[in-house]
């Protein structure tokens, strides 16, 4: 069976900040293969923590979004196997770049 490679990191998209709030994309690495998919979430810039990939947990709205994003994390590593529309939209992804259903 082929040795599987997976990445998960949350980034900013720097370049469509509007009002200060820029969107959050899962950056997903997969055999040295690399997508971006939005999660459909938006953070304040300076609430974001760029080394840690998450909010900075100085209110409850950021822990919240931090507890999403880990949910999000798992939903990727079981390969999107949840009814979630970015899980659905994330599987697509990783069908695309891995040419088969990713199970991990």
């Known amino acids: 069976m082929e040795k599987v490679t997976l990445g998960i990191h949350f980034v900013l998209r720097m370049n469509k900040i509007i009002n200060g709030m820029a969107p959050i994309y899962a950056r997903i690495t997969v055999n040295s293969k690399r997508c971006e998919v939005s999660i459909k979430r938006k953070v304040p810039v300076e609430s974001w923590n760029f080394g840690?990939?998450?909010a900075k947990p100085s209110s409850s709205e950021n822990k919240q979004l931090n507890s999403y994003l880990e949910q999000i994390r798992k939903m990727i590593a079981i390969g999107g196997q949840i009814d979630h529309p970015v899980a659905i939209q994330i599987d697509h992804v990783l069908t695309i770049q891995?040419?088969?259903p990713l199970s991990i």
């Open 52 to 54: 840690k990939g998450m």
């Open 98 to 100: 891995t040419d088969h």
